[in-house]
């Protein structure tokens, strides 16, 4: 019995080196140009993490999209479409209109699409195909390319990392012991990294990233609540409104803590928490369990993301307490500066 649990103690151990090793291979034939890079004709950014889970991606990226355009830019966003129940090429936003629903685009896409003014997005596995439309199509002359810091094929003019501050750097591992999706090599490649979620980097953090990549530039990338909607009416409910109220709120988040973490922040006389799978699709009966939840809870409302909204049934429309929590995140001015002059024309 004691060997068995030690064997099912090593196997974890052995698949992460396994991994580790696989990835480590992978960009050394990038680095030393064995493995080749397509550059396209216009400016790429790419924005990712070095772990699984949420980081806070989604806000940066629309946060991205609302500065390169004032800069005058046409902005294409090229994402992978995580989730999307349609394979291929699919355009989700032809620069005017969301052209599909989020079962066919993935949320976040679709929830970029709702959240940005006049962007191009299009999803498709192949990176490369999917910056080309945008450029051939619709004359994007800037791309985002979303979640894409290990799609190492697609050569970028600035590489943007993302780490939750609220994370400690010196507890992960790869994975499946953890949630690195590479080792601390790949800050290498980084541009700048942003701590998000923090106003100010905590010192340990800072010196542990000091300590791997001394150069790399790191900055603080605050979220904050933007406003509070009713997802029926899709009125703009006081922020105000909720201290002192009793909550249940339900997500399905690579970080669900955050989401809760936030929650607190309006000062609620008590939140009840349901975690779901990231990306996941509620059902009626979920919902329907929800609603019966609070009210046994003698909860004023029901609280959820934009991103969870996006998956949720059309018979949501029909709770009169559910509401949406919006959030934004900033980017320093400074920031935007360096990250400007990084893409000055080629």
């Excluded at 004359?139 to 190492?152: G, K, M, P, S, T």
């Excluded at 800050?187 to 340990?204: C, G, K, N, V, W």
């Excluded at 990338?221 to 002192?244: A, C, M, R």
Aim: net charge positive; hydrophobic share 40%; with cysteine.
């Amino acid at each position: 019995m004691n060997n068995q649990s030690g064997v099912l103690k090593i196997i974890p151990e052995l698949l992460s080196q396994l991994y580790h090793c696989i990835m480590s291979i992978r960009n050394l034939l990038y680095d030393w140009g064995i493995l080749k890079t397509i550059r396209l004709p216009v400016p790429v950014v790419a924005v990712g993490n070095l772990t699984h889970g949420g980081t806070g991606k989604t806000p940066l990226v629309i946060a991205l999209a609302a500065l390169f355009q004032k800069q005058g830019y046409k902005v294409g966003i090229i994402t992978r479409g995580y989730k999307r129940n349609t394979h291929g090429q699919i355009v989700i936003k032809d620069g005017k209109s969301l052209l599909v629903p989020p079962s066919s685009s993935g949320d976040e896409p679709y929830l970029i699409a709702q959240k940005t003014k006049a962007a191009v997005i299009i999803a498709d596995a192949n990176r490369i195909a999917a910056g080309w439309r945008a450029i051939s199509d619709y004359h994007c002359n800037l791309l985002i390319a979303d979640d894409a810091y290990q799609h190492r094929r697609l050569y970028r003019d600035l590489n943007l990392l993302l780490w939750d501050g609220s994370s400690e750097p010196q507890n992960e591992r790869v994975a499946p012991l953890g949630r690195m999706r590479e080792s601390w090599r790949g800050l290498r490649r980084a541009d700048i990294l942003f701590i998000s979620r923090t106003t100010q980097i905590p010192e340990s953090m800072n010196l542990f990233f000091q300590q791997h990549q001394p150069d790399l530039i790191r900055a603080a990338l605050p979220v904050s609540i933007q406003s509070i909607i009713h997802y029926g009416s899709h009125e703009t409910i006081p922020i105000d409104e909720i201290k002192n109220r009793r909550l249940l709120a339900f997500c399905g988040l690579g970080n669900p803590q955050q989401f809760f973490k936030t929650l607190q922040e309006l000062s609620p006389a008590e939140v009840i928490r349901k975690s779901f799978p990231d990306h996941h699709k509620y059902n009626e009966l979920e919902l329907s369990r929800l609603a019966a939840e609070a009210a046994r809870s003698h909860c004023d409302y029901l609280i959820t993301t934009e991103k969870d909204a996006v998956n949720l049934p059309e018979a949501a429309q029909a709770l009169p307490n559910l509401l949406i929590l919006q959030i934004t995140c900033r980017v320093n001015k400074n920031i935007e500066a360096v990250i400007l002059e990084k893409l000055q024309p080629r």
